[in-house]
Nanobody
Framework: DVQLQASGGGLVQTGGSLRLSCAFS????????IGWFRQAPGKGREAVAS?????????DYFDSMKGRTTISVDNAKNTVVLQMNSLKPDDTAVYYC???????????????????WGQGTLVTVSS
């Protein structure tokens, strides 16, 4: 089965940085997309960034944190990394690693025939 394991969350002060990791395994297709969403209490789910795996490596950054994140993949370690900088209190949320086999459909609010979600990691940004 596909497994996604998010890690790296924690407490950071305004202006600080965090590095989130998503370890992935178990895919039975060659092409898929892995990326990140976030959700704060009382707010809707927001797309953060995504990266194509096994295709052209396309990267999408979304408005929620555009300009303050960098996403990358280490294929040897089967890990996707999200580097977050210039963090602010509004970034406080649970960050979820996710994947789909529909070329990033779920990041664009389009249903996918199959998608996967990790458990998430909590990021708290203090003033």
């Amino acid at each position: 089965d596909v497994q996604l394991q998010a890690s790296g969350g924690g407490l950071v002060q305004t202006g600080g940085s965090l590095r989130l990791s998503c370890a992935f395994s178990g895919f039975t297709v060659n092409k898929y997309v892995i990326g990140w969403f976030r959700q704060a209490p009382g707010k809707g789910r927001e797309a953060v960034a995504s990266i194509d795996i096994g295709d052209d490596g396309r990267i999408d950054y979304f408005d929620s944190m555009k300009g303050r994140t960098t996403i990358s993949v280490d294929n040897a370690k089967n890990t996707v990394v999200l580097q977050m900088n210039s963090l602010k209190p509004d970034d406080t949320a649970v960050y979820y690693c996710a994947a789909d086999i529909c070329y990033g459909s779920i990041w664009h609010d389009i249903p996918c025939v199959k998608d996967y979600w990790g458990q998430g990691t909590l990021v708290t940004v203090s003033s």
